[in-house]
């Protein structure tokens, strides 16, 4: 007889109607995946004798990362684990060798390091990675702690580490801004590269038995392509690359029928044009390589702050402005802004500070996007007078100064030195509750005219834009925050102080330029521009 | 055809092969067909109130008739599911021509089926004594046959892989719900951690699943998912 029969009512002693009932239930792997617990700490030290678990620092989609030291290299690890559900079969060890050694082979600066990958003897897959102490590219978006000048500083660097893979004959094929790490040093790293497709085989091996439509992770950054499971090249990464360039722009992913970059923010126009061809749904419609992209974002970048520019088009339509605002309803307080002035000069201090050369006091450090992007003061436990000099030197004539702020808690505070004529007065910010020019007719902030006890938000970045506009023997003091009116002051010069030091600790070197300052830290400054008025 | 289809012998397009195709290749597939359906329809036969040894010989019968060239060419014309195309196919042999069948076939021709009735009878008599009618019958044989083959692949599947004490000391998790605490107490037996073993289950559920979902399409030559899922109704009533 050529095969056994099953006998009575049981299938291999098993209860038949139990066991189609749960073969055919889909196998919902995306739940299986959350419902994931991942190893405690101690654990996870079991599972790892040699290293020091820290933490766990992430839970994500597909698996968890923990934070620890290795002892022997005197190095800090990250250990990203995955669940062994994700691996298909027996033969993806095999598989998830062979790829892990590509990844390890990718030394970019760019590119989280890959020290080890294997599987634990608890079946979980493990890679033991470069530790990378910042935020992740998506927490910058959503605390708006990106301005355009900084994103396309990271978007940069993200292409010079795809360029890297993609020679290499890696594609990424997750990148989102939450593969993307903003280290506290200012370093760029793209994590997680071709981890997807671990993600994706166990999809795969399971396609007619998930339910359909189960798609772990979002599906935002997918190329078309990806999206319906064909094969994919380095384009489906452009592709990507062009949604998070959107978002890193918009702060909002490009949904239906979106809206240009450069129609929702204000951004240079010329990146709309690099988004919507990395983003063609055909990939022979989008950037070919990698390159080309990181091309068009370094012209825009270079080109974006000139120097020094003429404006006397912007003079001439004043003009025309303030004659038309004679006839028409136009606000008082409108008419009597001074005519700009026909020339001005708009200066980056940032891109030409020399920390250790301008630091006076406090740790300062470049952040996320490296030198001369953004500048971090991290918390202290000690309140002491942080300052640092911008080289900028404001002459007799007015002046604005604009950036992107972000004091963490309700514990930061943030003082900008400003100087008009030969006065320096200290810009205070959420210090103690309020703020306030640092001292005005002797008086401190908290008593003088100037002061408020509104606060500047705290916890995700915020535009200020000061104006010093020296007005004959008078000067006008205009803080705005996020374009509301915060601080306005305006009075005789000579009402403000003459000390040396505005406020207490505030002393600077010399008496021309403007400065930054802090007490306890915790804040994030970038995007500083001055426009010098002559 | 493809080249696996020689062994997915439970298929309308196999059976088109066994008029068309060559000689070996049709034994082979009319040899897993008959050991497939042999006992199902021996049960129905049974059933339907015939003794062990007429039941034997009747099953034999039909599958002798199965093999005549024009059997299929009628199955082609109604495709419908094969297991009830047989059933049909057997309620007309046994109804109209069995006694004709008989006289002129038995004896001759190639008999791709043995059956020893005393394996067919200890098979039988696990079969339910209620009043449930031979169709029935024949669609719940059936069914376990299924639910069956799928996990005798399973098996060969592991034991070639060395696995055949992994797929023993797991199988019983393909029909428990929750798993946690049992999955400590045979991760000690095998030697795993408990996160292992539930990895290891996870597989075990994920390739039988595959197996019969397989199975069951090949078995109804589906073209599409919802032909399967209709089929897979139609098992849980024929288990009812």
């Known amino acids: ?241 062009g949604v998070m360039l959107y978002e890193m722009l918009t702060g909002e992913l490009p949904r239906g029928a979106w809206e240009a970059p450069s129609r929702k923010v204000p951004t240079d126009a010329r990146l709309d044009g690099v988004v919507t061809k990395a983003m063609q749904t055909e990939p022979e419609n989008r950037f070919q390589e990698v390159s080309e992209v990181r091309r068009r974002v370094d012209e825009i970048r270079a080109s974006r702050f000139p120097r020094k520019r003429i404006v006397g088009i912007v003079a001439a339509v004043a003009v025309v402005a303030g004659l038309i605002g004679g006839v028409a309803l136009v606000p008082r307080e409108k008419m009597r802004t001074p005519v700009p002035p026909t020339e001005e000069e708009m200066i980056e201090p940032l891109r030409a500070l020399d920390l250790r050369q301008e630091s006076v006091a406090g740790d300062w450090q470049w952040g996320a996007g490296g030198l001369g992007e953004i500048l971090r003061l991290e918390r202290t436990s000690t309140h002491s007078a942080k300052r640092l000099r911008l080289p900028v030197r404001p002459g007799a004539g007015g002046y604005e100064l604009s950036c992107r702020l972000l004091l963490e808690d309700n514990l930061s505070d943030a003082g900008i030195i400003l100087r008009t004529g030969r006065t320096r007065v200290g810009l205070v910010l959420n210090l103690q509750g309020s703020s306030g020019l640092g001292l005005v007719d002797g008086e401190r902030w908290r008593r003088n005219s100037s002061s408020t006890t509104e606060r500047a938000p705290v916890g995700r970045g915020c535009r200020l834009d000061i104006a010093v506009r020296p007005e004959g023997d008078q000067v006008s003091v205009s803080v705005r925050i996020d374009g509301v009116t915060f601080i306005r002051w305006k009075g005789a010069q000579s009402e403000l102080s003459l000390y040396e030091a505005p406020p207490l ?30 | 055809m493809t080249a696996d289809a020689a062994f997915q012998p439970t298929r309308w397009s196999l059976i088109s092969a066994v008029r068309s195709g060559s000689a070996p290749r049709v034994q082979a597939a009319l040899e897993t067909l008959c050991a497939t359906y042999w006992y199902p329809l021996y049960a129905y036969i049974r059933r339907r109130g015939h003794g062990a040894e007429e039941a034997a010989d009747l099953t034999q019968a039909f599958f002798v008739r199965v093999l005549e060239k024009d059997f299929f060419a009628r199955a082609d014309q109604q495709r419908g599911r094969l297991r009830t195309f047989l059933l049909t196919a057997v309620q007309h042999f046994l109804r109209d021509d069995w006694q004709k069948q008989q006289r002129q076939k038995r004896g001759g021709g190639i008999v791709p089926l043995s059956i020893d009735e005393a394996v067919a009878e200890g098979l039988y008599a696990h079969e339910p004594a209620d009043g449930r009618d031979a169709e029935t019958i024949y669609h719940r044989r059936w069914a376990l046959t299924l639910l069956d083959r799928s996990m005798n692949a399973l098996r060969e599947d592991y034991a070639a892989q060395g696995k055949g004490e992994v797929f023993e000391a797991l199988k019983s998790f393909l029909t428990v719900e929750d798993e946690e605490q049992s999955a400590a107490v045979v991760g000690q037996k095998l030697g795993l951690e408990a996160g292992a073993v539930r990895v290891a289950i996870f597989r075990l559920r994920r390739r039988y699943r595959e197996k019969l979902l397989e199975e069951v399409a090949a078995s109804i030559d589906a073209q599409t998912e919802a032909e399967v899922d209709e089929e897979i109704a139609a098992l849980f009533r024929a288990l009812s």
């Open chain 1, 1 to 241: 007889m050529a095969e056994v029969v099953p006998t009575g009512d049981q299938v291999h002693g098993l209860d038949p109607r139990a066991l189609l009932a749960r073969a055919t239930q889909p196998l919902d792997l995306a739940a299986l995946l959350r419902a994931w617990a991942p190893p405690s700490v101690e654990e996870l030290g079991a599972l790892f004798p040699k290293l020091e678990v820290i933490a766990m620092i992430g839970r994500g989609g597909m698996g968890a990362v923990y934070r620890a030291r290795q002892p022997s290299l005197n190095r800090e690890v990250a250990v990203k684990l995955l669940p062994g559900e994700v691996a298909a079969d027996d033969a993806f060890a095999a598989r998830f060798a062979a790829e892990a050694r590509a990844l390890a082979a990718l030394q970019h600066p760019h590119i989280v390091a890959i020290y080890e990958y294997g599987q634990t003897s608890a079946g979980h897959l493990f890679f033991l990675m470069e530790y990378v102490d910042g935020p992740d590219l998506a927490r910058l978006i959503a605390t708006r702690e990106l301005p355009p000048a900084r994103a396309l500083a990271v978007a940069s660097r993200v292409c010079e580490a795809l360029q890297f893979a993609h020679e290499r004959g890696v594609i990424h094929r997750d990148i989102k801004p939450a593969n993307v790490l903003v280290g506290r040093d200012g370093a760029v790293k793209v994590a997680d590269f071709g981890l997807a497709q671990w993600r994706s085989e166990a999809d795969v091996a399971d396609s007619r038995l998930t339910t359909a439509g189960t798609v772990i992770g979002t599906p935002d950054y997918m190329a078309p392509e990806q999206r319906a499971g064909r094969t994919l090249d380095a384009r489906a990464d452009i592709y990507s690359l």
């Open chain 1, 505 to 534: 600790g505030w002393a600077m070197p010399d008496d021309d330029s403007l400065g930054l300052a802090s007490y306890s830290g915790g804040i994030e400054i970038s995007d500083v521009q001055v426009r010098l008025l002559k």
